[in-house]
């Protein structure tokens, strides 16, 4: 099942567990739409014809829904006698934190087998160097920033750009290095205002007639990027400042290569460790390896931003 917003390599981590099923002559049942399929009964057999083509869409095609009722106890009993009515063993759950937090509290409750599969494109999961979908939706940033910057340069406008990240400043930091953005706000470190005046002007006196700022949706430098704009906006009239949200089509389209392939291998992974007879862990990718976290330590685990990165994106905005 996937569950939780979507991510782009899902379908690729979905042909991959119905593939490996199948390799292994193990029947696999499809879960529609998360943990609220699973309180309705929504199931469906998947072969491995199932899943001809869906290796290079994004979403997915088993549907994805948030479930209030799965977070009650008489939600998660409901649940629980679908599967069993369905002769289902084993549960490989395709998400973020909170879809791995229900997965936790039902192998708890049922000591039902879990295993999780990293999807989202925040990154912001303990226990994997890559999340599926973060780098398809760094690269869709990237190539929308590299847009903007043309008018910003044609127009010698200041552009504030928000990209996701609530929570974490994966994306805004590495797009924002990989499109050589002057300034990038993210909830890790509170850059905030004057500060962020301060780097406007001294670009300004540089020689820079357009900039480009990326914003994580999280930043708390102000209330949102709106907000920021007309902060500058006020302090610094001879900037023309443009904002653009990119919103959620950095939850869409086409995977990358690299998720393709690593949703392929944390697919089949997922499944062997399910023979094993082992549960309540997530299959992640470190040094290039694939390897096993416990689904509470995902979870709680915890992430920290690469201060590299940060040091280069300080040396860069020069």
């Known amino acids: 099942m996937t569950s939780g917003g979507d991510s782009p390599g899902m379908n690729a981590a979905i042909r991959s567990v119905v593939r490996t099923c199948a390799y292994y002559k193990i029947e696999c049942v499809g879960i529609y739409r998360g943990y609220q399929g ?17 290796i290079n869409k994004g979403g997915t095609i088993l549907k994805s829904a948030r479930s209030d009722e799965f977070r009650t106890s008489e ?23 909170g879809s791995f937090t229900g997965g936790v509290i039902f192998n708890k409750e049922y000591s039902f087998p879990v295993i999780g599969i990293p999807g989202t494109i925040d990154n912001d999961i303990f226990g994997t160097s890559h999340t599926l979908g973060y780098d398809t939706a760094l690269n869709t940033a990237v190539e929308a920033i590299d847009k903007i910057r043309d008018t910003a340069s044609s127009h010698n406008r200041l552009f504030f750009v928000e990209v996701m990240g609530r929570d974490a400043g994966f994306i805004a930091l590495n797009a924002g290095v990989g499109a050589g953005a002057e300034e990038i706000l993210i909830p890790e470190e509170n850059l905030g205002l004057d500060r962020l005046l301060e780097s406007l002007i001294k670009s300004r006196k540089s020689g820079k007639l357009s900039s480009i700022v990326v914003v994580a949706e999280g930043d708390k430098s ?12 006020d302090n610094m009239p001879e900037y023309d400042v443009r904002v653009s949200v990119l919103g959620h089509m950095q939850r869409g389209g086409s995977p990358s290569c690299f998720d393709r392939v690593l949703a392929s291998r944390l697919g089949v992974k997922a499944v062997e460790i399910l023979m094993d007879n082992k549960t309540n862990l997530m299959v992640g990718l470190k040094n290039n390896k694939v390897i096993t976290t416990d689904l509470e330590e995902a979870i709680t685990g915890g992430h ?15």
């Not at 102000?222 to 500058?232: C, D, I, R």
């Not at 920290?304 to 020069?318: A, F, G, H, W």
């Open 38 to 54: 699973m309180i309705e009964g929504d199931f469906t057999l998947l072969t491995a014809r199932s899943v001809n083509n869906i």
């Open 75 to 97: 939600g998660r009993k409901k649940a629980h006698e679908n599967l069993i009515k369905q002769h289902i063993d084993g549960l490989v759950v395709i998400g973020g934190d």
């Open 222 to 233: 102000g209330k949102n990027v709106f907000e920021l704009a007309k902060y500058v906006e």
């Open 304 to 318: 920290s931003i690469n201060s590299e990165l940060l040091r280069v994106s300080d040396i860069m905005s020069t």
